[in-house]
Structures are given as C-alpha cells and as structure tokens.
C-alpha cells in the first residue's frame, strides 16, 4: 500500500517534466501508474475471501502514536479499485481534453496529488493519518477546480468549496481526537473494539454530530450541497473524477467506515436518513430545471450521495448492500456521463442542452457510451443500474409503513433522476441536427475510450452479476455490516413491489422528461428563493461577517503603535511570571542575605547609575549607551562566576546591538518630550512591575532544587560528541535542530527587515524624488 | 568620519578580527568560541573598516553580498544533517571521521559533521549582522 502510494506521489513530482518533454504522449505512460495499481488490487481481492482485513503499518511519529497505517479490507478495495480504476481512464481522458494546455503538467501535478491522497484516505486505519490525507484531498480538490485561476468565479468556486469541506475537515479533527481520548488510540481496530463504551459515552452525540458535519460537507448533503455544482468551474476531467466518483463519495465512504463504530443507534439511523433524503429530494429537484450538462449532472450526484447516506442511516445488511451496489453503479455511469459531457463540449463548444440534438449523426461512439450509462442511471434492464435500484426499493420497503413513504419519495427523486438521465444522455444525440458554435466530429480515442469502457461494465455486470457479487460487493457489505452476509445479485426477482416501483419510476421519468421546459420555466420563477437558501448564508458569512470581524479585531490587536506593542508585551510577560510564580511554594528560608564581594558591589552600583541614568536622560544615543553599559556589567558578571561563552556572546551582541541602534537612532530628529505625566506613570509603574517580577524569578530559581539529570547527561556526553565545550556541543549537536531553527528565524527576520525598508525607501523615494535627503548625513563618505 | 588614525587601526585590525573570529570558530568545540561568536567577531571587524572608511566600501570588500551569506549558511548548516541520515542515524547526528588536522592556532582540527553546522552558524550571524548594517546604512543618494 505504502509503496503504491509513493508511486502516485513521484508521479505527481515528475509530470510536469514528462509534460515538458513528451507533451500529451505524457498521458499514455502516466496512465500505467493507476493501471498497475488498479491491477495489484484485483489481486488482493482474492486474498480477502476470508473476511479479516489485510494490515500494513509504517511507523510515522511513534510518539503520539501517529502512523501510516493501512487496512485493507473490501470497503477500502472497493474505492482503491474506483479511484485507480476510474483514474486510469481520467488521466488518458485529460491528456486529450487539455491538450495543449499549457499547464497539463501542473493538471498532472495535482491531479495525481489528489490520487494519492484519496487513494490513502480509503486505506487508512490510524485516525490521523486519515485526516491527513482527507485534508489532502480537499486542499488538491481546490486547486483543480481553481485550475482556470484566471476566471473569478473559478477561483470563487475553488475557495467555496475549500472553506465548506474545511470547515468539515476540522469537525472530523476533533472527533478523531474525541476518540481517540475515549480510547487511547488513534488505531481504528483498537478502537472499534470499545464500540459499547463510545455508545455509552455521553460525548457520543458531540461525536455523532462532529464526524456528520465532516461526512456531509464532503458529500455535498444539504444544507452543504451547495458547493458542488460550484465546483463545476473545474475542468471537466476533474468533474468526473473528484466529483462524482471520488472525492465526494469520501463522506460517504466515512460514513460507511464509522458505521460499525458509531452506527445501530436512533440517532445515528435517523440523522443519516433524514439528512439523506432531504439531499436525494433537494438534489434531484434542482437538477431537473438546469440547462448546463454538468450542473445537470452535479445536482444528480447530490441526490446519489443522498441516496447512499439514506441508506447507511437504514443500517440493515440489505441496506448496506444496496448502498455498496449504487456506489459503484452511481461510479460507474456518473463518470462515464460526465466524460461524455466533456467530449460533447469539447467537439461542439456549448453544454447547453437546448442548443443539443442529432449528435449521434457525428459521434456513433460517444453515442453509445451517453446512451449505455443513461439508461445504467435510469434503471433499466439488463444494467447493473436496475439491479440496484430494486435493491434500494427493497432495502426501504423492509420497513413497512414508513418505508413505504421512503419509498415513495424515492421514486419521485429517481424520476426526476431518469428525467435527467434522458435530458444529458439521451436526448443531445438524437432528434434533428442544431447549430453548435463548432461543427461536431467523432471525438478522438481517448475522450471516447474511458466512458464507454465504464459504460459496458455497467452493461456486463447487469448481465453477469457473479462478476461483481461475490468478489467486490460482498467484501464491502463485510465491512460495513460487520458480520458475514449473503449476497446475492440477480437481474429477475419475479413480480415483487420493487419491479412495480421501477416501472413507475421509469414512467413517471419519462413524463418528467417530456414536461422539462415547464421544469425550466418553473425554476426560473423561483430562482429568488435563492436568497434564503444555504449558499446566501455563506456567501453573507464570506462578504460582510468576516471582513467586519477581522477589521475588528485587527483595530483592536495590530493597531500599528510601537509603543502599545510594547507596552502589551510586557505586561503580558509580567502577568505570566506572576502567575507562574505563584503556584510555586518555597520554604520559609528561601531567600538569606549573604556576605558580598567588594567587586559585587561594584558591579551593581554602576548597573544601578547607567539604568538610573538612562532613565532621566533626554539624548537618545546617550540613552542607548547606557543601556550599552549595563549590558556589559552583566557579561562582566557572567565571566566571573565561569560561563566565558555566555559572556562572550553576551559582549559581542551588546556591541553589535549598540552600533546598530545608534546606526539607526543617528537618522531620526531629535527626541522630544512628547508623552502625558499619566502616561509616564503607568509606564514607571508597569516597568517596576515587570522588573519585580523578573527579580523575584531569578531569585526564586536559585531556591528550586532544579534536575541535574540533564546538566549530568550533557557533561558526560561532551566526550562522545568530540567536544570539551559543552556549551558549544550543546548548540551544534545535541540541540543542533533547535540551533537550525534558530539561525534560520535570525535569517529570515534580517530578510524581513531587509525587505520591509527597501520597499519602504523605494516608495519614498519615489514618492518625493524631489525632497531628497531630508535625512540627516549619514556616515558615508 | 575621516581619522587618520582610526583608518590606520581598521587596516590592521580588521583583518585580524576575521582571523581571530576564525579561530575562535574551529576552537568552539573544545574552548569558549564557536560559530555564533566566530561569526559575530567576524561581522564586527567589517564593521570597524566601515568606521574607518565607510560602509558601502566595507560591504564591498565582500565577495557576496550580505543576503548571500545567510543562505549559504543555512544551507550548510541544512546539509551538514544530512550524512547523518545517509548513515542511517537522526538527522543532525554528528559524524566523525578518523582524521585529524593540525592547525596552528586552533589545536588539532577534527572535521566533524557540526564543524560544518558550526561554519553554516558562522555565515547566517555573519550574514544577517551585515544585513541590518547594510540596511540601516544603505543611503537613498549613494549607488
């Protein structure tokens, strides 16, 4: 698993080089990565008969107990084996659709990114890792559909979809984390065995709720769906790839792995339902009334990925099985579609499907595949896609009066979904030839290739269910149910209610169909209704919340006064001694006066006058040079009382400091008493505070009997390290990273600098080129 | 600023404010010394030539410019982990090898794997010290 991974990623690192190079021929040999993953899970499918997942551990941060962990087991082979599979044919689909495009190999880039992490989302057992990697995978979903950076709406697409599955990405945090604490692991097996326990718990609604949020945003479930049909801006690969076949079943495959951990309770059964209908009506009705093919297309995965949340929240085996059964049906054509619509737009430059008819006069193939995966997301017979739809009708009519009701509005939401299959499928191929603002030509091999490979396999699993039954759906169904189950696939059940619903399903559709310009008519009236749907909320918490809450407290926090920057610091590090120093109890004997060096005197007397001095002087170079003094009395201490490194540096620095600051102090005007008698006070008293606080640290420090474990360790070390000076082995090898960060903070601080007034200077200078030298002389020449 | 004395003193020594800075350098691991100081008595001995004859010509003495220093510094410092890592140990693990170099002022020299962090620390102070003196002395009417 590990190494599939590792090869996803170098793919990622070196398409752009191979684009370079090869320019679209790139395509062809980038597709053998996902194909031979796609091939070496086929041959893990046979290792899991026996049920038990197939572990992989990679040690990662072993501290924390954070490590990349892999569980194979039929839930995750089923995605690896879409993800792979589908990316297969996307990566030739793209090749061709973008080609010439003078960024594929940044598409490559970030496409195979975007395998990579989802490929190790399904496989994850650790909880962290799988955050990692679901972060991952919305962070690359963000810049695919941003990918057209030069289109508004495609970056606004990009960051809308980046902050709503973010923000799920964060709810998933800490639910993990919540977890994790109840368990002491982030192992999702260790973990599932104190199911009851995590039931139990009274956090466990906090954790419903928390892994919902995460699920549902990433899944496009109202009131989230919003996002999704946003995401359209990317290019069409993209489309069919995150967002129908992959990226967004990652909820539903979230869901799908808490099941066993979070699911067979009321809450969790009638939150998935609910939400899950509420999105298959919402999703479907939506659909109905576009006119773009791949909104069309979007709003119909919304009310997929409702439908397979509706039945995760029935919960029975027969439920799981139809879910894990339109997965992959819903995979299979949703991708195909969405290839299709590419190659259409691609050969006639519109998607419009009132500008659409007689395609299939110049494009037979593309026609058959359209039509194949059509008739997959109608339900008809012999395809795979009917065989599901019974199940999902037979998995709601388990219920009885209210599955009947469940089963009712699923026809009307399937309706509406077949009406649309027609609508994108069917309808721009046939009738008479219209006028497209390019004339149509058979799409060339690869933009054909892959939706009609998806196409027939819908077609050959419809008729061969074996195919699929035993080796991927029951497996999946396994680990979801968490039990062995019987899992059966035929395309005849006899006369049964579910042949009666998909009967009227396909009825009702063509109606639908028939009745789409009213459809159309309709949604233009209500198109103001908008104003109180979700995506107004978000685009008001996006425009006029947030920018009035950072103005806010950006007046309050960074109000651009040195002196109150300052002035915070300090009070903020004396409040925090204070505190410190309160929880910490002495003997009564901490602090003795002792006997003094003639030459301690000394010392403190001339800190005391420079600091004194300092005070009451009005010249600021004066001021610095005192401080200057101080500075050096106290390096003077620490090389008498034996730390000749630490004096040194102290030394060096307190020259260097000065010679700076005066450098600096020397171009400004002459100080002037400018401050309030109040203000002076309160920094008198703050100052006093702050040196108290000080002073009654390093005095109480000396009193705490501090560990010498460490002091001893390095002593006895130094001569390992090659080294006498244990200061100096202490910086460059014992704590030689803390010493890297160090130097690096000190270089990049001195650039900052560096930067902020050349800018400065260039703008000035630019601004008043004729008041030049308005500084004092400086020191050259 | 134009003492014939002081001009007269930087001649001399501020060359040796480099020497001395590099020998503190190679002695650090066993003496009071090391990179930060090395590199902070280096950055004063330009310094001082820039009292004496001004900054923009001290800076010009310098084969790089200041920015320079601090990223070969950081990089060497970055790299100097590395063996460590090819070795199979932490990063940042100090490696020896078996040889001994005598210098003359320094003692017996050994090149570890932290004398090349030590010099890497060397370069950044060095670097970042001259930075701010090029940025704090840098004048609008000077090229």
């Known amino acids: 698993m590990a190494a599939s991974l590792f090869i996803v990623f170098l793919a990622s690192a070196i398409s752009p080089l191979l684009v370079y190079f090869l320019r679209t021929r790139a395509s062809y040999f980038l597709a053998l990565v996902p194909l031979s993953i796609f091939v070496l899970y086929l041959h893990y499918l046979q290792r899991l008969h026996d049920g038990s997942p197939l572990l992989e551990t990679i040690h990662w941060i072993q501290s924390f107990g954070v490590h990349l962990q892999f569980r194979l087991d039929g839930l995750a082979l089923l995605f690896l084996l879409l993800i792979a599979g589908i990316g297969t044919l996307i990566v030739l689909y793209a090749g061709s659709y973008l080609a010439g495009h003078p960024h594929l190999g940044r598409f490559y880039a970030i496409l195979f990114l975007f395998m990579g992490a989802m490929l190790g989302l399904v496989a994850s057992e650790n909880l962290i890792a799988l955050f990692v990697f679901w972060e991952l995978t919305s962070l690359s979903s963000y810049l695919l559909v941003g990918f057209d950076y030069r289109k508004k709406e495609a970056r606004a697409a990009a960051l809308q979809a980046l902050l709503v599955t973010f923000t799920g990405g964060q709810a998933l945090l800490v639910a993990f984390l919540i977890l994790a604490s109840l368990t002491d692991s982030f192992s999702f097996t260790q973990i599932l065995e104190k199911k009851i326990q995590i039931q139990q718990n009274p956090s466990y609604i906090i954790l ?4 919902l949020t995460g699920a549902f945003t990433k899944s496009a479930q109202t009131p989230f769906h919003f996002w999704l049909p946003g995401a359209m801006a ?95 049906v819903h995979s299979l054509y949703k991708g195909a579609l969405f290839m299709v619509a590419g190659a259409v737009d691609h050969e006639t430059h519109t998607r419009d499907v009132r500008d659409l008819g007689g395609l299939i006069r110049h494009m037979p193939i593309t026609a058959i595949a359209s039509g194949l995966a059509a008739l997959a997301m109608c339900g008809v017979p012999p395809v795979l896609g009917f065989i599901s739809k019974e199940l999902i009708y037979e998995a709601k009519l388990e219920f009885g009066q209210i599955g009947w009701f469940f089963a009712i509005l699923g026809v009307i939401a399937n309706a509406l979904v077949v009406a649309v299959a027609l609508i994108v499928g069917i309808r721009p191929f046939l009738g008479f030839p219209l006028h497209t603002p390019k004339h149509p030509h058979e799409a060339p091999f690869p933009l054909w290739f892959g939706p009609l490979i998806l196409a027939l396999l819908g ?19 396994v680990a979801v149910v968490g039990d062995t189950i019987k899992v059966k696939l035929s395309l005849w059940h006899g006369f049964t209610p579910m042949l009666v ?7 009702l559709g063509f109606c639908f169909f028939r009745m789409r310009e009213k459809f159309r008519l309709a949604r233009e009236t209500l198109t103001p209704l908008r104003y109180y749907g979700p995506e107004s909320l978000y685009s008001c918490i996006i425009n006029h919340w947030l920018p009035s809450i950072a103005s806010l407290q950006t007046r309050i926090l960074q109000h651009g006064y040195l002196r109150y920057y300052v002035l915070s610091i300090i009070a903020a590090a004396a409040l925090a001694v204070a505190a410190g120093l309160s929880r910490i109890s002495l003997p009564g004997t901490w602090f003795t006066w002792r006997s003094f060096e003639w030459w301690e005197v000394l010392l403190c007397a001339a800190i005391f006058l420079a600091g004194f001095a300092a005070i009451l002087t009005s010249g600021r170079i004066t001021s610095v040079v005192l401080l200057g003094i101080i500075g050096y009395t106290i390096s003077l201490i620490f090389a008498l009382y034996g730390a000749p490194d630490l004096a040194l540096t102290q030394f060096l620095v307190e020259t260097l400091t000065l010679i700076l600051l005066v450098l600096v102090l020397y171009r400004l005007p002459k100080a002037k008493s400018l401050s309030s008698k109040a203000s002076r006070l309160r920094d008198a008293l703050l100052s006093l505070a702050f040196g108290f606080a000080i002073t009654l640290l390093v005095l109480k420090s000396l009193y705490i009997p501090h560990d010498t474990k460490l002091p001893d360790f390095f002593v006895q070390n130094s001569p390992i390290a090659q080294g006498r000076n244990v200061v100096n082995v202490i910086l460059v090898d014992f704590r030689a990273l803390d010493t890297l960060g160090e130097i690096t903070v000190l270089g990049i601080s001195a650039v900052g600098v560096w930067a902020v007034l050349s800018f400065i200077r260039k703008k000035s200078s630019s601004a008043s080129a004729s008041q030049k030298n308005s500084s004092p002389a400086s020191f050259e020449q | 600023m134009n003492s014939l004395l002081l001009q007269v003193c930087a001649r001399i020594t501020s060359p040796l404010q480099i020497i001395l800075s590099l020998i503190l350098l190679l002695r650090g691991h066993n003496e009071p010394g090391g990179g930060f100081i090395g590199g902070l008595v280096a950055a004063a001995g330009i310094i001082l030539y820039g009292f004496a004859f001004g900054f923009h010509r001290a800076l010009c003495l310098l084969p790089l410019p200041p920015i320079s220093f601090i990223a070969i510094g950081l990089l060497l410092a970055a790299f100097s982990g590395i063996p460590a890592l090819l070795a199979g140990q932490p990063y940042l693990t100090g490696l020896w090898p078996n040889l001994s170099i005598p210098t003359f002022l320094a003692g017996n020299l050994k090149p570890g794997t932290p004398l090349f962090f030590d010099l890497g620390v060397y370069f950044s102070v060095f670097g970042t010290v001259l930075l701010m003196l090029e940025t704090s002395t840098k004048n609008e009417n000077s090229p």
């Open chain 1, 208 to 211: 419903v709720l928390l892994v």
């Open chain 1, 501 to 507: 619903l998909s009967f009227v399903t396909l009825l």
């Open chain 1, 459 to 477: 077609l050959l699993f419809g008729i061969v269910p074996p195919l699929v039954e035993q080796t991927i759906i029951k497996p999946a169904v």
């Open chain 1, 234 to 328: 990317a290019p069409t690969p993209v489309s069919a790839y995150l967002h129908s076949a992959t990226m967004v079943t990652a909820g539903v495959f979230l869901l799908a792995r808490l099941t066993p951990l979070l699911g067979g309770t009321h809450l969790w059964a009638w939150s998935l339902t609910s939400f899950g209908l509420l999105t298959m009506l919402t999703g479907s009705i939506l659909a109905i009334g576009q006119t773009d093919l791949k909104r069309l297309l979007a709003y119909t995965t919304v009310a997929a990925l409702g439908t397979m949340t509706m039945l995760l929240g029935l919960g029975t085996p027969l439920a799981a099985k139809a879910a894990i059964a339109f997965l992959l």
